[in-house]
């Protein structure tokens, strides 16, 4: 893989296009549970965390009940905010920006090491679910962060039509109506103004209402 796909910036108010795929182009995401679970996670990680009191469960032990805290996963909230995501059979794209130094990767490792562990021990596999490291692309520009956007969530059109960029013939209008109807990625959100995992505070306001955000994949489907 090329050196400047596997970036680690450290610095905070920075943005990634983060992705990986499955271990030789495996199912990473086998069936709606799984996109569930994982989109779950983000929300886990991403969100303000609930009160300790709200999240404690009876445990029995030897015949006894006792009431606690079970062990909960690392919070990224205000440390990592995400931006866009599109996930499909065998991988996964992530924009994120990072708030604070150093957090984005340790976040993308915990999400990928916590999901592989739910994937295998459901699936009664061993071994690595993701090929390698992670692969980070630093945004570094306005006109790359826009095209990340369009490509994060268009990427889902190759599932209708493999080869559409190449396509002199490609149905525009086909390939738009999918893509806002493709139930794993956050264009939903952005049309419906409704933030569930996403925080798109800190990013920069290229589409101000979801007219915009129509015309730029439009845009972007109809360039030769």
């Known amino acids: 893989m090329p050196a400047k796909n596997l970036q680690r910036v450290t610095e905070s108010g920075t943005y990634f296009h983060v992705y990986n795929k499955g271990i030789e182009n495996r199912t990473i995401f086998a069936n709606e549970a799984d996109y569930q679970v994982f989109l779950g996670f983000l929300e886990d990680y991403l969100s303000a965390p609930k009160a300790l009191e709200s999240k404690k469960k009876d445990f029995t032990v ?6 606690g805290v079970p062990h909960q996963p690392k919070n990224y909230f205000n440390k990592v905010e995400l931006i866009a995501y599109s996930l499909k059979l065998d991988h996964f794209h992530l924009l994120l920006h ?11 490792r915990s999400l990928c090491t916590r999901y592989s562990m739910y994937f295998n021990k459901k699936y009664k596999r061993t071994g690595k679910l993701c090929e390698g490291v992670f692969k980070s692309i630093h945004a570094n520009s306005d006109n ?27 149905n525009i209008t086909n390939l738009l109506k999918y893509v806002f109807s493709y139930p794993y990625s956050s264009l939903k959100e952005y049309m419906n103004l409704k933030f569930k995992i996403l925080n798109p505070t800190p990013f920069p306001a290229y589409f101000k209402k979801p007219s915009d955000h129509k015309r730029e994949l439009f845009e972007w489907l109809s360039f030769e």
Request: glycine letters at 2%.
């Open 62 to 67: 030897n015949g006894r009940v006792f009431r």
């Open 98 to 108: 990072q708030k604070t130094q150093k957090s984005l990767q340790a976040f993308i």
């Open 144 to 170: 790359y962060l826009k095209y990340l956007y369009s490509y994060i969530h268009l990427n889902p059109a190759k599932l209708i039509d493999k080869n559409w960029r190449e396509n002199k013939n490609r």
